[in-house]
Nanobody, 120 residues
Framework: QVQLVESGGGLVQAGGSLKLSCAAS????????MGWYRQAPGKQRELVAV???????NYADSVKGRFTLSRDNAKNTVYLQMNSLKPEDKGVYYC??????????????WGKGTLVTVSS
């Protein structure tokens, strides 16, 4: 069993910054991919940023140049530094990870989400 716990959400003014954290814990053999999705009210969940299996980063076009994904492998934790926030960035941010709990057996996990509100 693996758990993903997000933190760092809150209220920020447009142009401000926020840093999200996601820590994975439990029976982790290895982490294949790990990143963030977000969902605004009435909209579909969308990919924000992710570490791929090769270790590269992928960003949504809407956040490129403003958001930065980083990781601490020793802590099984990823971070999302969000700068120059815009009102359209608001929503619930969900941590997502594809995690191998043993060799050749991986499971897709989701966190509960953390709310980000950006005031104009």
């Amino acid at each position: 069993q693996v758990q993903l716990v997000e933190s760092g959400g809150g209220l920020v003014q447009a142009g401000g910054s926020l840093k999200l954290s996601c820590a994975a814990s439990g029976s982790i053999f290895s982490i294949n991919t790990m990143g963030w999705y977000r969902q605004a009210p009435g909209k579909q969940r969308e990919l924000v940023a992710v570490f791929t299996k090769s270790g590269s980063t992928n960003y949504a076009d809407s956040v490129k140049g403003r958001f930065t994904l980083s990781r601490d492998n020793a802590k099984n934790t990823v971070y999302l530094q969000m700068n120059s926030l815009k009102p359209e960035d608001k929503g619930v941010y969900y941590c997502n990870a594809d995690i191998a709990v043993r060799l050749y057996y991986a499971v897709d996990y989701w966190g509960k989400g953390t709310l980000v509100t950006v005031s104009s």
